[in-house]
């Protein structure tokens, strides 16, 4: 049985974090590093952890390794690559962009991801000044197709528009308790 804490990642954390992204970006993409789609990776620290609004997140097992990223910005999806309505809708500043949501393999399926993400929209509730949370997937990566779908809705499909491999998702909204008023 492991034992997983999640915490923002520190300065410690970084170099694990990049692993654990790059090892996703090789052995589930399958396309290797792309400066283009993957930049953000080598410096997380300007990417997410510099940035007020946006942040990094790890799982550590227990012995303090990293095993797990997610990650959150402020940035939605830029037109081009993406369909310019879906640029419209999730407008920079206004969007919680989720990112990075790696597990590596040998601890899936204990629910890590489910609780980065989580942990993440509890920071956007506690920001306040998004409208909404965004992310896009590859769903030829085993179980992300699936795993977004359920805590989403696919709102482009590009495999149905433009035959690229991503569908785009917008997850609910984080509900934030209100202050009790007493009159």
Request: proline share 7%.
């Amino acid at each position: 049985m492991h034992e997983y804490s999640i915490r923002v990642a520190g300065p410690d954390d970084l170099d694990s974090a990049r692993a654990v992204m790059l090892d996703t970006v090789y052995r589930d993409f399958g396309t290797g590093y792309v400066p283009r789609w993957h930049g953000d990776i080598i410096d997380l620290h300007s990417a997410y952890v510099a940035p007020v609004r946006h942040a990094l997140l790890v799982a550590v097992d227990e012995r303090d390794e990293v095993v797990a990223t997610g990650a959150l910005d402020s940035r939605g999806p830029a037109h081009p690559p993406n369909p310019r309505w879906l640029a419209e809708r999730y407008p920079s500043g206004e969007t919680a962009q989720l990112r990075r949501i790696y597990v590596r393999s040998e601890h899936r399926r204990r629910g890590l991801a489910r609780r980065m993400v989580a942990a993440l929209l509890d920071f956007v509730a506690a920001d306040g000044g998004y409208r909404c949370v965004y992310l896009h997937t590859d769903p030829a990566v085993p179980g992300a197709e699936d795993f977004w779908r359920s805590q989403g809705v696919a709102v482009c499909d590009e495999r149905e528009e433009s035959g690229q491999r991503v569908v785009h998702f917008e997850i609910p909204m984080p509900v934030t308790s209100s202050p009790v008023v007493v009159m």
